[in-house]
């Protein structure tokens, strides 16, 4: 999606921050070390020099120069690297620190944009920006199963609560381990507040770690984009569709909390059904029962979900409702 110039002039400024940072977390580190341990600023100095010395033997024709240089250079990284370990930092204490290790924190690899410009890019035209912090949040480190009851029982599948929402965990992480060799789809169902959103934002927190392009939408959000797109001819919002179809994982939270009608319907079925053709991976949740979404959306639309998506359906208790009254 084409950026504003004042947009692409956040962005790079968010990446000069992070390298500011990001550096002077480094120069703390190396500081810190240097005064625990002296003899490791004394190595740092004689490997740059014994690099100017062969650098001076090298351009006199010396074609030993440079292994010299070699041997001398490991020789004292095995120093500095016990010297560490005595400290106990890890061997890598010293190196440069990137948030993003691929492009080094530049937004670019080889004239390209990187994944991470690419989310930086979404997160800046779809107001996701907060999006990391409710991810901070919402993770797999701060699920809980304590607020499933191992007493309430399904009885189609003769599970408790507890143990489908561990089943659900299960495949969520095998949904992310095979994501980038299998594509796959999750609908996410059953009442309100039993963790439909948290287990799509976990998932979300992974693959966003793992460098994949990630788009998080109600589904009011989603399709008051696209009727921008159709009926005011938003550019933004047409160019919006592009990204809609083709980032690795788009995530429709609260589909039938919507005002639904012909228009609402004939777009869930497109979108559906054009990500299924590129192999992009979505996730939906919804409070909907199958017979409702289908009542909504089409049987036409429930049969392309059912052939192509997992269903977990989740139950029990309200989770937001046991939280309050816990506190």
Do not use: W
């Amino acid at each position: 999606m084409a950026l504003t110039n004042a947009q692409y002039d956040e962005i790079m400024r968010g990446y000069d921050k992070r390298q500011l940072q990001n550096k002077y977390i480094h120069d703390k580190r190396i500081e810190e070390a240097y005064r625990k341990a002296p003899r490791l600023k004394e190595i740092d100095s004689e490997i740059a020099s014994a690099s100017v010395r062969q650098a001076y033997r090298l351009m006199d024709g010396d074609e030993n120069a440079l292994a010299a240089l070699r041997l001398a250079i490991e020789d004292y990284k095995e120093e500095r690297a016990a010297l560490l370990s005595t400290l106990g930092y890890p061997l890598d204490y010293f190196e440069p620190i990137y948030t993003c290790p691929d492009c080094h924190d530049t937004g670019y690899i080889d004239g390209q944009k990187c994944h991470c410009f690419k989310q930086a890019i979404i997160n800046t035209v779809y107001s996701q920006s907060n999006i990391r912090d409710i991810l901070s949040r919402e993770n797999f480190s701060t699920l809980s199963f304590d607020y499933y009851s191992d007493e309430q029982k399904n009885p189609a599948t003769g599970l408790s609560a507890l143990a489908t929402a561990k089943l659900a965990v299960t495949n969520c992480h095998d949904f992310i381990d095979n994501f980038e060799n299998k594509p796959k789809n999750i609908f996410f169902y059953g009442n309100t507040g039993v963790g439909k959103t948290f287990l799509s934002n976990c998932i979300a927190k992974e693959l966003l770690d793992a460098g994949y392009s990630v788009i998080y939408f109600t589904a009011f959000q989603l399709f008051d984009i696209l009727s921008k797109g159709v009926f005011e001819k938003d550019a933004d919002a047409i160019a919006a569709h592009q990204n809609i179809f083709d980032c690795d994982l788009l995530i429709i939270d609260d589909l039938g909390t919507e005002l639904s009608n012909s228009f609402t319907t004939s777009q869930l079925f497109l979108c559906v059904n054009e990500r299924i053709l590129r192999r992009k991976s979505t996730i939906i949740s919804t409070n909907l029962n199958l017979e409702q979404i289908a009542e909504l959306y089409s049987e036409r639309t429930l049969s392309r979900i059912s052939s192509n998506y997992s269903f977990i359906k989740l139950f029990g208790d309200d989770i937001r409702i046991k939280k309050r009254l816990s506190k």
